[in-house]
């Protein structure tokens, strides 16, 4: 569905004008995602996960390296092409707080990609009434602005409006990390649901191992703005390679709710 | 340490006044690490918030809050001063969205010790970025919120939590966006503070939850519904919600719950769990249950379990 081939992508780390420094965030990235698959990307904070994210969907340019989406070279896009991307593949944003609009409305954030479809108002307004009960808000949340709802609603509505359109994969940056368990695992339910009913790809971001664990066919271990390690899931929990994979491993069993070390 | 008696939060809205923080009473004792866990949107924030008398403009506090004896909610603007910082520090939720995008971490750091009348060396502001687990400090001192990760400015939150060394660290999400080998970092230096501080902690990570406090108190729709010593509560937990919450966790079987947040302007009556609770009961429908004490520190808002 989704391969990329070799990216590179620096940012300059220095403020001052004329001395630009660069540090490499990504370097040397190749995978692909294939269709109907769940991939989940884990690693360090810092390591490039969203820079990476963001390349895809063209929000960051990559240095080089090419993304190829179904066939069709997506990594400089033309209108024509970016068009086709953005149909095809939606991202749903690590802070939600932050990728809505401050000032719009929770309802005309979620009803306008689908205006953009040329649909009637009262479609329109059926298809966001449909969408918020799918991450399970309702119709009292609709009137407010994203600073009146709390930080889990709001990510409710970032993952609402990014269905709204169907797309064939959907990149999902932590979204669930500001949520409950319970929300977290309804959410998971929800994705699974669409994944299976619109046939969708999923590339998740995620910090929670045992998540992860749970729902990825793939996983792929991101450090220092590299791949260390792409495998089966199953692999890569139960027969870890890269230290850095091992020593994830280990924090997340130190952690666990069955382990009473740290006390 | 800190004493919080019938706290509520209210807001005039559309529908009519909301109250996202309901007669919430609780303790806090010295050096004890207290947290609240509870769905997304059943006002711990707010309920955090309020007692830095940080809410918005429109909301309305009542309720008693002392620190070491002192009532903080009828205070002047002036005065809070004198608490924010010094008695109470504050790891706000999403720092993405909080800090200031023009000010470099140097100066977010300058500006809240400043506040505060704390000295603001260029060593101090390293070692609290170092504390955090940030590598490279004195570069990143001078870097912008957009230059860095998610899970940076998370730590970075921290740092300016505890820069000003309150008597209570309110930590309102500390380890979101975080790595768990980072998670476990810092997990272990809070734990550290611990034993100098108190520390309100929200969080929804029960892992985080579960190595680091004393107390856990569960809040649903507005409500306390359960307070509990740690081991107690993650052994066994006593409301359906706590319960229901602990099997939703990917450790666990990783069920939601079934049905939905009430909605803020239609709270079921009786018992605010009611419609997803399969151990409701009649009386369930009409009264609303108090919290109640039931064993040892345990107290739980229940009928069927008091
Ligand atoms: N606009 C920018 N300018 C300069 N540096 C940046 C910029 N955006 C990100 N970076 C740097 O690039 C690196 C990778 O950032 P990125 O946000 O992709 O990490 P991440 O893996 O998503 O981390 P997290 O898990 O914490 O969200 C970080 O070191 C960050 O400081
Ligand atoms: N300014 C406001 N006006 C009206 N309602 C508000 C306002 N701020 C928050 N609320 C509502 O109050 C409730 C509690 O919000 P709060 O931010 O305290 O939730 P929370 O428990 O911290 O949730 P999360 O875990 O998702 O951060 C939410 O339902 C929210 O929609
Ligand atoms: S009071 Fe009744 S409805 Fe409420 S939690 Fe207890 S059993 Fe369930
Ligand atoms: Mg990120
Ligand atoms: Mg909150």
Redesign the interface.
Known sequence: MLEVKALDKS?S?S?IPFRKKSTKVLENISFRINKHETLCI??????GK?TLAKCLVNLEKPDNGRIILEGRDVTFPDRKTLSFLHTKVQMIF??A??SLNPRHLIYDSLAEPLRLQCQNEDNVRKRVLQLLNHV?L?E?HL?RYP?Q?????N?RIAIARSIALHPDLLIAD?IT??????????I??LLKTLKKEMDMTLLFIS?????V??IADRVAVMQEGKIVEINDTNEVFHNPQSPYTK??IS??S?????NHD?? | MLSIRDLRVEFES??GLIMPVDSVDMDILDKETFTI?????CGK?LLANSLLGLL?RDAKVSGKVHIDGEEILSLKKKEWRRIRGNKIGLVF??P??SLNPVFNMHGHLYETLKYSNKPSSRDKMVSLLKKTGIKNPL?RL???PH??????K?RFAIALGIATDPDILIAD?PT?????????KI??ML?KLHSERSILLIT?D???A??LSDKIAVMYAGELVEIAPVNSF?EKPIHPYSS??LV?????E????PG??P????RPQGCRFHPRCALASRKCKHEHPGLEKIEGERYVRCFACA
């Not at chain 2, 230059?147 to 940076?152: A, I, P, R, T, V």
Request: charged share 15%; glycine share 8%; net charge negative.
């Open positions: 940012y780390s403020t884990v690693g360090e904070s810092g390591c969203t690590q802070n707080d932050t399970g309702s009292e009137h600073h709802l709390s930080g889990g609603q990510q932590e990390a500001a949520l409950d368990v319970s929300v977290q695992a309804q998971l339910q910090h929670d191992l045992a998540l664990k749970r020593q994830l924090s997340m130190k952690l666990s709710l069955n740290l006390k | 559309p529908h866990i509870g769905e997304s949107g924030s918005p939720q999403n993405s969205a570069r001078s870097q912008y230059q860095l990760s998610g899970g940076m998370q999400e979101n966006g975080l790595d768990v080998t980072v998670k476990l997990v272990q734990s929804h029960l892992n985080v579960y190595n993650f229901q919450l939703s966790h990917p450790e666990k990783m069920l939601p719950i939905f947040t909605q803020l302007t239609q």
